[in-house]
């Protein structure tokens, strides 16, 4: 009886001890996949990030380039003066046409005008003459 009950005691501890490193083995990969998530999470955010940034640093450069263009084109004091003068143009030849639209349109309705005050005139006049009785 206390020799069973010695070897019961030892498989129970050698079973105990078993369980218990299964028990660690499995709690290490259980903190292990824990991290790998964690790191597999920082890893899309720096990802996005890196995109973002790409993204940023891709319309950095488009805008570099343009005010590159710019100062290029500014730096030189002809090529501005010409371009002044060019929009100043355009904006004469625009304000020219609309004052002739604005003179042509004057013109109709001083027409219009003149020959409703004609209209009235002789309509007046009709009114006016004896002749004319209301029946």
């Given amino acids: 009886p206390k020799r069973s009950e010695d070897e019961r005691m030892r498989f129970l501890e050698d079973e105990f001890n078993a369980l218990a490193a299964e028990h660690k083995r499995l709690d290490h990969r259980y ?5 790998e998530d964690k790191l597999l999470t920082k890893m899309n955010k720096l990802e996005e990030i890196k995109e973002s940034l790409a993204e940023t640093n ?30 100043c143009k355009e904006e004469l030849r625009v304000a020219h046409k609309q004052l002739q639209r604005g003179e042509q349109q004057h013109q109709q309705d001083q027409a219009h005008m003149a020959f409703q005050r004609k209209r009235i005139l002789q309509l007046q006049k009709e009114d006016s003459n ?3 009785t209301l029946q």
């Avoid at 903190?31 to 991290?35: A, F, G, L, S, V």
């Avoid at 570099?64 to 003068?85: G, I, S």
């Fill in 58 to 87: 891709k319309k950095m450069k488009q805008d570099q380039r343009d005010n590159e263009k710019k100062l290029h084109y500014y730096a030189d004091p002809e090529k501005l003066r010409r371009e002044v003068v060019k929009q």
């Fill in 31 to 35: 903190k292990m996949t824990m991290r």
């Fill in 130 to 132: 004896p002749e004319v």
